[in-house]
């Protein structure tokens, strides 16, 4: 990745890089360096009425799911990248809470 990096810098850092493997040519789309974005995420229907739509959390920097929306409240988790997001803003403190363990899975 370090020199795919070291070509779009040379190349002027664009958004995407068009590079050519067994005679195919691709476009690679890079993400931002910051920011987030959320999915919601509705039940087919015919499902239960109970179950609810669900608002997912995930980061423009790597598309890490960060985390989901509850009854008012952000549920991260704990090894998310939340630079930039506001949590560390004490008047943001009653909307959002760690989870208690990490969402990466090996």
Known sequence: MT???ARVAAEGGQESLVIQV???QYTLQFTADGGF??????????????V??????????DL???GFFRD?????????????SGTDVPANA???????FGGWIL
């Not at 997912?56 to 920097?61: A, G, K, P, V």
């Open 52 to 61: 609810r739509d669900v608002l997912l959390l995930f980061s423009f920097r």
């Open 37 to 50: 974005f959320t999915v919601l995420v509705k039940p087919p229907a015919g499902w239960d009425p109970q």
């Open 94 to 100: 009653a909307f959002w809470d760690w989870l208690g």
């Open 22 to 24: 067994d005679g195919d």
């Open 3 to 5: 020199q795919l990096a």
């Open 64 to 66: 890490y799911l960060v």
């Open 72 to 84: 008012g409240r952000w549920f991260v988790y704990d090894d998310a990248y939340l630079i930039g």
